[in-house]
Every structure is written in structure tokens, then in C-alpha cells.
């Protein structure tokens, strides 16, 4: 068993990780994540406390989705490409994606996370770790910039600071000479606002800064939107009838003022 003791923004990713562990452990699984419930087990920690019910391993697993689809699509069309996943905290994204040894893949989040990863999963060809925090902006210079990029943060732009969240995408588009694409999930304002509604934000004693409420604020940025996802637009029909009664109706009101339906994006754009 692997001892842990993280606090604040690094707490969350136990979180996030546990939540996929359920939707595993669950009768008709969304991801299907083995590798998430298997690390759980190996991790001695409590995971009760930080708030996550059933319903939150299924919104966990219908976030992360869409974007292994989008990011499996990517590396259909270029085979070769080097994807860069930010704020990867214990995702085991790498292993549900699995891409072929051509692909360079890099997992950026801060070195006690990345050093957490490298005791639970295994190595494998293709695949490197760094430890940094992302707007360290050092690190990109490890990342081959000869081949087209694939960019993922899912759970991470809202824990950045406006400005440097900004500068870390504009130095990514810039690193990538040959363009590709990005994948991410966003707050609105509004959604930073009402943080501390979020069980695992409060308890985890984490803070978001980053809001983002129109599109055009990141296509200003060099990037150019290719699908967006509404907060109620990425649960299937069948995966809502799973959801309590309390958070289908949650999502009904969402759907029902615009302001709500941003509060909680996931995003693919080209570069
Ligand atoms: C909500 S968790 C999401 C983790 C993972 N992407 C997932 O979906 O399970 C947020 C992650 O972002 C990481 N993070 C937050 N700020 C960061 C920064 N400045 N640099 C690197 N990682 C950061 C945290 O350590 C944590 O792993």
C-alpha cells in the first residue's frame, strides 16, 4: 500500500480517480476503468472523506468520455503525434486510450503526483512522466515539438490563474508548429463563483480562479473550436436514469437557464 498526504488542488485528483474506481466497481460501467479501482486498492488512503457519491463517479466518467473519444479520433489521424496530458493527476488515461509506441505521450502534473504514478502503474513504451507544475513553463522544452500535438487537461483549466492558464496555451500552440489539437473542460464565472457548492472543491480545501465564459476568450488565444459540450449536453439518456432523482433535476434546472448550462464545459478545438 502507498501512503499519500495531499492537500488542496492535489487532493482533488484522488477524488477524480476514486470516482472512476465506482463507476468500475459499478453494473454498467461508463469507462470501464480497471486500472482506476485497481490503483484505489493500492493507495492507503481514506477515500470516503472527500465526498464523492455515486452520482459523481458517473459525472466523473461521463466527463472523461468524450474526451478519449476525441482524443483516440486524433490519434487515428496522426499515428505519430505527441500528446502532452496536463493535470493528469492518477488518470490511467494513457492505458484506456492506448495509443501505438509512435505516439510520444507525455503526463505533466507535479512531481509528488508523478512520482505517486510511477509506484502504482506500469512503465510503457512511448510514455514519460514529468513532474512540474504546469506554469513552470520550463518543462515545454521537453516536449518534441516535430510532430503534430494533441493537448488534455481535463480538471485542471480552473485551477490556474487567468493570465498564466492564458500564457500556457498560447506557448502550446506555439510549441506545435504543425498545429493539433486541444481537449479540456472549463468553468464559467459563474461556475468559480459557486465553488464551494462542490463537495470535492471543499473539502479538499482546493480554490478555482480560472472562469471562462464565451468561447471567442480562447479562440483569441490561436485556437479554433471544433465541439463543445454543455454541462447537459454529455450525459447519454440511459446514463441520466442512473443518476438520484436530486441530480436529475439538478440537470433539468440546468438546462433551463443558460447561464447554468456553461457553468461546466468540455471543449475540443484545433490549433
Ligand atoms: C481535479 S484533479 C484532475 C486530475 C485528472 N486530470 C483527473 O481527471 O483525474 C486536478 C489535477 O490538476 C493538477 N494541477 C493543478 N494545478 C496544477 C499545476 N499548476 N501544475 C500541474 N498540475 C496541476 C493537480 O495536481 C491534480 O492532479
Not at 29 to 39: C, N, S, V
Not at 73 to 92: E, I, N, Q, W
Not at 212 to 223: H, M, Q, T, V, Y
Request: glycine share 8%.
Amino acid at each position: 500500500m502507498e501512503k499519500v498526504r495531499f492537500t488542496e488542488e492535489k487532493a482533488t485528483m484522488l477524488a477524480t480517480l476514486y470516482g472512476r474506481a465506482l463507476d468500475a466497481r459499478s453494473a454498467r460501467p461508463i469507462l470501464g476503468d480497471q486500472a482506476a479501482d485497481e490503483a484505489v486498492k493500492q493507495i492507503d488512503y481514506d477515500f470516503s472523506k472527500l465526498g464523492v457519491t455515486p452520482d459523481m463517479g458517473l459525472t466523473v466518467a461521463l466527463r472523461a468520455k468524450p474526451m478519449d473519444e476525441w482524443a483516440a479520433d486524433f490519434l487515428r489521424k496522426h499515428p505519430d503525434a505527441t500528446v502532452v496530458h496536463l493535470g493528469c493527476g492518477m488518470d490511467s488515461r494513457v492505458h484506456r486510450v492506448d495509443p501505438p509506441p509512435s505516439v510520444r505521450w507525455f503526463d505533466v502534473d507535479y512531481p509528488d503526483v508523478v512520482d505517486l504514478r510511477g509506484r502504482i502503474y506500469p512503465d510503457r513504451e512511448g510514455y514519460r512522466t514529468i513532474g512540474s507544475s504546469v506554469t513552470d513553463f520550463g518543462w515545454i522544452d521537453e516536449i518534441p515539438s516535430d510532430k503534430p500535438g494533441l493537448v488534455i487537461a481535463e480538471g485542471l483549466t480552473m485551477y490556474l490563474r487567468p493570465s498564466e492558464g492564458e500564457e500556457l496555451l498560447r506557448r502550446l500552440i506555439a510549441h506545435f508548429p504543425q498545429g493539433g489539437e486541444m481537449v479540456f473542460d472549463t468553468f464559467s464565472r459563474l461556475g468559480i463563483k459557486l465553488q464551494k457548492l462542490n463537495p470535492v472543491v471543499r473539502k479538499a480545501n482546493a480554490t478555482l480562479y480560472w472562469g471562462i465564459d464565451e468561447i471567442s476568450e480562447l479562440e483569441r488565444l490561436g485556437l479554433t473550436l471544433v465541439t463543445k459540450l454543455d454541462a447537459t449536453d454529455y450525459a447519454t439518456p440511459e446514463a441520466k436514469e442512473r443518476l438520484s432523482a436530486s441530480m436529475r433535476a439538478q440537470l433539468w434546472l440546468v438546462g433551463l437557464i443558460p447561464a447554468f448550462k456553461k457553468m461546466g464545459r468540455i471543449l475540443r478545438f484545433r490549433f
